[in-house]
């Protein structure tokens, strides 16, 4: 019996201490994780319950902000029909809501939407409003650039060439999004002020720039011609 008990702890011995180490191993990693637990497991279960919270947080903001923008744009859509049936008092009132209460893309639009109302029965608190939004760091530099725009356009019957020079030169620059409007305005401004320099100036900058649309070059093609200026092209 002995020497089959021999022989069988020497088959069996390599496989027995593997799964001794093995229980040892499990053993020990029990306690290092019961030990981690004990000292960290209240700032785990923290920063789980942190992290669910912030997750949670960040949808409903999203959601919040998707059902504000939704609203905006519904009531923005009430202003423009408004406006489009000359009900502008009304609409003026809606866009003012807006500028003041919507998200902000809307804002930025309300506030030219009301300005542009404005303009129907008052231009020069318009040009007031448009100068405004055009000094406003918030908005956008597009909105920005067609609210001085529209304010020099608005101005053009009483503005003086150096005045109108002042407001949209920084806006007919080659890269200039409005250039091309800019530019006929400006060679209007001229061409009402007897400066035929300053039309052939703009009027050469419109009608060389292969962009410009067909339409104003032809306009100021007419101011050359009645200014007596050269037809370069």
Known sequence: MVAIALTWLAQRGGSLLTDVFREVDEEVRR???KQLWDRYGTLLI?????????VGTWRGY???QDRRAAEMGAQFDVGLTLAGEG???????AFARIATQGTSGYRMLARLQEAAETAKHDAKAAVGDYDAIA?????LPVLRDLAALRAGMLVVDSASYAEMSRRLEPLATPSGIFRHTAREFLALSAYRGGDKAGVERWSQALVTDAAAPQGARARVEVLRALAGTSAKS
């Open 46 to 54: 923290v920063a789980v319950v942190l992290l669910v919270a912030g």
């Open 87 to 93: 009900k502008h008092a009304e609409a003026q009132a």
């Open 135 to 139: 000094a406003d760091a918030s908005f």
């Open 31 to 33: 306690e290092q994780l």
């Open 62 to 64: 999203n959601y919040w």
